[in-house]
């Protein structure tokens, strides 16, 4: 176990830079030139990965419209039966190839979520780097422990489970030969809510399961990204989408290019800005401690006038004493005449 893991040589983990992955999910539309598309974008907006999911409508689900199989809730998808959604959504699997080499020309890692052993072995074939675990797989254990006997890393998403459902699936992969492991807040809802994202639950997941941790995230905009950073995330995922007016099932709560860059843009600020813990004089700051307060002779004093209040004043710039000495000077006689706006000296006094 570690709390660094390895994505075709890329460090991800605490001290790294922050592994971005840009979800495709189903925003190709059906439309393979839509989909290189997509990755182009995802190359232009600077994240590290692409990832695709693996299934088809036949092995996720039944094709039947018997009550179970409809969806209802209040989700986006409500009314339609799951075969529909999935069959709609679905990568084709003569895609992948095609789609990993043109991530790879562009300098992006390209793996993916299988969501059935036949995936896992299909995603073999093509050599992926690493693999995902979907949410609502986390609790597939003979997926898991398929997806752990390649030995590749695993990115496992929690949306959707309790403590105990993680730390089964957790411990299925590990057994199963999942040496490289990190795991991703994430809540199942899309979008997804601020109020009930948890980003607490970042550190303490990294804590509980000695792993790198971070999130999956469906809530809409950027800001609960760049908290996750500050927070500790490793990992950032984020659907994405050529324009959401174009529709398709994950249009709403995915981001467009250009949000998609400002993201990576402001959680590479996020990390600069973290830095260390210092209480050091930035050089930058420098110049500035020339402006702090100090003491200043604010009214002319005469050759032997005793200083009082009204004499002298802890003012800006910091060429005088420093404001400490103020009680000192109080009751002490100018040794010489004092103009207004000298910097208050010992030597002035006697």
């Known amino acids: 176990m570690t709390t660094e893991m390895h994505i075709a040589g890329r460090a991800i983990g605490p001290g790294h830079p922050?592994?971005?992955?840009?979800?495709?999910?189903?925003?190709h539309n059906g439309d393979l030139e839509r989909a290189l598309l997509l990755i182009e974008a995802a190359a232009a907006a600077g994240?590290?990965?692409?990832?695709?999911?693996?299934?088809?409508?036949?092995?996720?689900?039944?094709?039947?419209?018997?009550?179970p199989f409809r969806?209802?809730?209040?989700?986006?998808?409500?009314?339609?039966?799951?075969?529909?959604?999935?069959?709609e959504t679905a990568?084709?699997?003569?895609?992948?190839?095609?789609?990993?080499?043109a991530a790879a020309a562009r300098g992006l890692h390209c793996f993916s979520s299988p969501f059935d052993p036949t995936a896992v072995?299909?995603?073999e074939s093509l050599a992926v780097p690493a693999y995902k675990v979907a949410s609502l797989e986390l609790v597939d254990i003979p997926l898991l422990r398929r997806i752990a006997a390649t030995g590749k890393p695993v990115i496992v998403s929690t949306g959707a489970s309790t403590l105990a459902e993680i730390e089964e699936g957790i411990a299925a992969l590990r057994t199963a030969g999942a040496n490289e492991l990190a795991l991703l807040k994430c809540t199942s809802a899309y979008p997804a809510l601020p109020e009930e994202m948890n980003l607490r639950t970042i550190p303490h997941l990294a804590q509980a399961f000695n792993a790198p941790t971070g999130l999956s995230d469906h809530s809409l905009g950027s800001a609960v990204a760049v908290a996750a950073v500050v927070l500790g995330a490793c990992i950032i995922e984020k659907h994405f989408t050529l324009a959401r007016d174009d529709g398709g099932p994950d249009a709403v709560f995915s981001m467009e290019p250009t949000e998609l860059r400002r993201l990576v843009e402001d959680i590479r600020t996020a990390e600069r800005a973290l830095g260390t813990v210092s209480y050091a004089v930035t050089a930058h700051e420098q110049p500035s401690r020339r402006y702090r307060r100090s003491l200043f002779v604010v009214t002319?004093?005469?050759?032997?006038?005793?200083?009082?209040?009204?004499?002298?004043?802890?003012?800006?710039?910091?060429?005088g004493l420093h404001p400490r000495y103020l009680g000192s000077v109080l009751g002490r006689r100018a040794r010489v005449s004092i103009p207004r706006g000298t910097p208050l000296r010992w030597e002035l006094l006697d």
């Open 47 to 67: 994240v590290d990965a692409v990832k695709l999911q693996t299934f088809t409508a036949d092995t996720i689900t039944l094709d039947c419209d018997a009550p």
């Open 18 to 27: 922050v592994y971005v992955i840009a979800e495709l999910s189903g925003n």
């Open 91 to 101: 990568t084709p699997w003569e895609w992948h190839p095609r789609l990993i080499q």
């Open 71 to 87: 969806i209802h809730g209040g989700t986006l998808w409500d009314g339609r039966t799951l075969h529909s959604l999935y069959r």
């Open 300 to 319: 002319e004093l005469a050759q032997g006038e005793t200083i009082t209040a009204h004499h002298v004043r802890s003012i800006r710039p910091a060429d």
């Open 121 to 123: 072995d299909f995603l």
